[in-house]
């Protein structure tokens, strides 16, 4: 079984490594074309053959540009080259709604992009997505299948897939209002007896949540994260998981209910691990032999020849995305950063000045009156880098595709009316441990300005009279006009707050609105922090 996780879109090969901590080595890994090419040696290597291609989610989503720009068909094509078999659903595969998450699955043109390619409609997926756990509101059973077969020489393998059960909170909750999420754990039980029932005795789960550990890439050393108790509530009937989520490579073995290890892996994201799981079936039981179950993690590395089907996939797509890429849209006088090491609970300048796009988007009486504007770090995918040379551009030039890929998801700028508690109170959710995923921040435009305390209770972290704005003192009885995506003013990523905000006005495109600020602003510098911590 060869598996992999989190490719977002990842066609073109980069120079980026691992962490020095997994990969010591620091080799350069990733690019669907190597992804292939390793895929493809593994299954070479297999005991007569007997492969199947996996994958546990977010295959699409906040990827790159030569993808996203095209809402993604490139990699499910790309995916259908390599000759995956079934995946899960992650939570970025609803981005942008359950409607086009079955255009996805099962092709057809964008409804308003339309046919990239008048003469070759997109055909979707030749793997099937599998969401187990994402059933419909209407009772007609689930949006995707949860479960399938596949008959591998003789032996029978039932694969359940499934995302984790947050995913409403990590994605703009109108576009999954028809579907509701169930628990990982519950939901993997009840389709495992499901399938021995079908007389189907090798269960994996392919599961979009996963953990962490602080080993190398191939190792298992101190496992932690939500996985460890999924797992442990897990029926003895499953044998195996494949995980992701997190982005973090893992080989681990951990107890399930009944105190018995199970293999449980991941492949970090973005085409740069491979799994190779080898499991042992009894022929007359059916079951797994789990004492002789290995799994290693393989490094997508570029000591091979490129898969020339991978390149003609990024060839097709780029001959039409590079005009468009290469565009300059500003220049940057110093670097602003917007990675802040996977922590996405600080303040980052890349945040910052997105957030200062949406106000000066939003600011004019006709636009919104916006006085205040925030934006979810979690939505900040990528810096921008003054020396960086992408396109063919000069020194401290921004193209399109450097501008997009700090903001990929296609959301659209909101006003709404805000009282200042209400501010107070949407702030205080950034710190809420009951809101599912603790310390998301929300970056905050020019001229708003708090503090908070670590020390103080949940709920009370917001210094009381802190917050200002252009150094005058939030009134909580006073109404303010808030600007942020339509994402958060939804209640995305458990910022339930701006659900309580009135008077709604739509602009624009949050990737339009921030060329424009780029056009408007040449020579950009990182902005001065706006939040202080006690």
């Known amino acids: 079984m060869l598996s992999f996780n989190d490719f977002h879109g990842h066609l073109e090969a980069t120079d980026n490594p691992l962490s020095v901590q997994l990969d010591p080595d620091r080799n350069a890994v990733g690019g669907v074309e190597y992804l292939a090419a390793t895929i493809n040696r593994l299954r070479a290597t297999a005991p007569d053959g007997r492969t199947v291609t996996v994958a546990a989610g977010d295959l699409i989503g906040g990827s790159t540009f030569l993808s996203g720009l095209f809402h993604d068909e490139p990699s499910v094509e790309s995916m259908n080259a390599l000759g995956l078999d079934v995946s899960s659903v992650g939570n970025h595969e609803f981005d942008e709604g359950t409607t086009e998450l079955l255009r996805m699955q099962n092709g057809g043109c964008h409804p308003v992009d339309?046919?990239?390619?008048?003469?070759?409609?997109?055909?979707?997926?030749?793997?099937?997505?599998?969401?187990?756990?994402?059933?419909?509101?209407?009772?007609?059973?689930?949006?995707?299948?949860?479960?399938?077969?596949?008959?591998?020489?003789?032996?029978?393998?039932?694969?359940?897939?499934?995302?984790?059960?947050?995913?409403?909170?990590?994605?703009?909750?109108?576009?999954?209002?028809?579907?509701?999420?169930?628990?990982?754990?519950?939901?993997?039980?009840?389709?495992?007896?499901?399938?021995?029932?079908r007389g189907v005795d090798t269960i994996?789960?392919?599961?979009?949540?996963?953990?962490?550990?602080?080993?190398?890439?191939?190792?298992?050393?101190?496992?932690?994260?939500?996985?460890?108790?999924?797992?442990?509530?897990?029926?003895?009937?499953?044998?195996?998981?494949?995980?992701?989520?997190?982005?973090?490579?893992?080989?681990?073995?951990?107890?399930?209910?009944?105190?018995?290890?199970?293999?449980?892996?991941?492949?970090?994201?973005?085409?740069?691990?491979?799994?190779?799981?080898?499991?042992?079936?009894?022929?007359?039981?059916?079951?797994?032999?789990?004492?002789?179950?290995?799994?290693?993690?393989?490094?997508?590395?570029?000591?091979?020849?490129?898969?020339?089907?991978e390149?003609?996939?990024?060839?097709?797509?780029?001959?039409?995305?590079?005009?468009?890429?290469?565009?300059?849209?500003?220049?940057?006088?110093?670097d602003v950063t917007g990675d802040a090491s996977g922590n996405r609970g600080v303040e980052t300048p890349m945040g910052d000045l997105i957030a200062d796009s949406i106000l000066w988007g939003t600011s004019a009486p006709d636009a919104g009156g916006a006085q205040i504007a925030f934006m979810n770090i979690g939505g900040v995918r990528a810096s921008f880098t003054r020396d960086a040379i992408t396109n063919g551009e000069a020194v401290g030039e921004i193209t399109y595709a450097e501008a997009y890929a700090t903001s990929p998801f296609g959301n659209l700028l909101v006003t709404i009316d805000m009282t200042g508690d209400q501010i107070r109170r949407v702030l205080e959710q950034q710190y809420d441990p009951t809101r599912g995923r603790q310390n998301l921040a929300l970056a905050v435009s020019e001229g708003f300005t708090y503090t908070w305390d670590a020390?103080?209770?949940?709920?009370l972290r917001v210094v009381p009279g802190s917050m200002a704005l252009n150094g005058v003192p939030i009134d909580p009885a006073a109404t303010y006009r808030v600007a942020t995506l339509n994402f958060l003013a939804a209640g995305g990523d458990a910022f339930t707050v701006f659900t309580e905000g009135t008077n709604l006005l739509g602009g624009s495109e949050d990737i339009a609105n921030l060329v424009a600020y780029l056009q408007a602003h040449p020579g950009v510098t990182p902005p001065a922090d706006r939040v202080s911590g006690l």
């Open 455 to 459: 020390t103080q209770p949940q709920g």
């Open 114 to 197: 339309g046919c990239y390619f008048p003469t070759q409609p997109y055909a979707g997926a030749d793997f099937q997505w599998l969401a187990a756990n994402v059933q419909n509101r209407n009772g007609r059973g689930t949006l995707l299948p949860g479960t399938t077969i596949k008959n591998i020489r003789g032996v029978r393998i039932g694969f359940i897939g499934m995302t984790l059960e947050e995913t409403p909170t990590l994605v703009n909750p109108q576009g999954v209002a028809s579907v509701v999420f169930l628990d990982e754990a519950d939901t993997a039980n009840r389709e495992a007896k499901k399938l021995e029932k």
């Open 311 to 334: 390149t003609a996939v990024i060839a097709k797509w780029k001959a039409i995305s590079d005009p468009i890429a290469g565009r300059v849209v500003g220049t940057v006088a110093q």
């Open 204 to 309: 994996v789960v392919l599961l979009h949540e996963g953990g962490q550990q602080a080993g190398t890439y191939n190792s298992c050393d101190g496992p932690s994260g939500p996985i460890v108790d999924i797992v442990s509530r897990m029926d003895p009937s499953i044998d195996a998981l494949v995980t992701g989520h997190t982005h973090q490579p893992y080989v681990c073995w951990l107890p399930n209910k009944a105190g018995q290890p199970r293999l449980v892996t991941s492949a970090a994201s973005f085409g740069q691990v491979v799994t190779e799981t080898t499991l042992a079936v009894d022929r007359r039981t059916g079951d797994v032999v789990q004492a002789e179950t290995t799994a290693t993690n393989h490094l997508v590395t570029r000591d091979q020849t490129a898969d020339p089907a």
